[in-house]
């Protein structure tokens, strides 16, 4: 079940990531926190080092406000994961 939120959680930063309108730094944050959720240790350490590595980019002034709001999701997402 929890797989399967990281699964969908992947596919959101994914449809961030291909979005030119970001900036290349914040879609940059986003294949590394995807690639640590791939990964293969404990689920709470790669959700963990995810949103790390999003929320350093979150409030980057350069974002589109469609993007922010999408990153946003995302994050929300990934505590959801966490608190599970």
Do not use: C, F
């Not at 002034?61 to 709001?69: G, V």
Request: proline share 2%.
């Amino acid at each position: 079940m929890l797989e399967q939120k990281v699964i969908e959680i992947i596919e959101l930063i994914d449809n961030v990531g291909a979005d030119t309108s970001v900036p290349k730094n914040i879609r940059r944050a986003l294949s590394e926190a995807k690639e640590r959720l791939k990964g293969t240790d404990e689920l709470s350490t790669r959700v963990s080092s995810a949103v790390y590595l999003i929320e350093a980019v979150s409030e980057d002034i350069n974002m589109p406000m469609h993007a922010r709001t999408q990153i946003w999701a995302i994050l929300s997402a990934l505590e959801s994961t966490k608190s599970s």
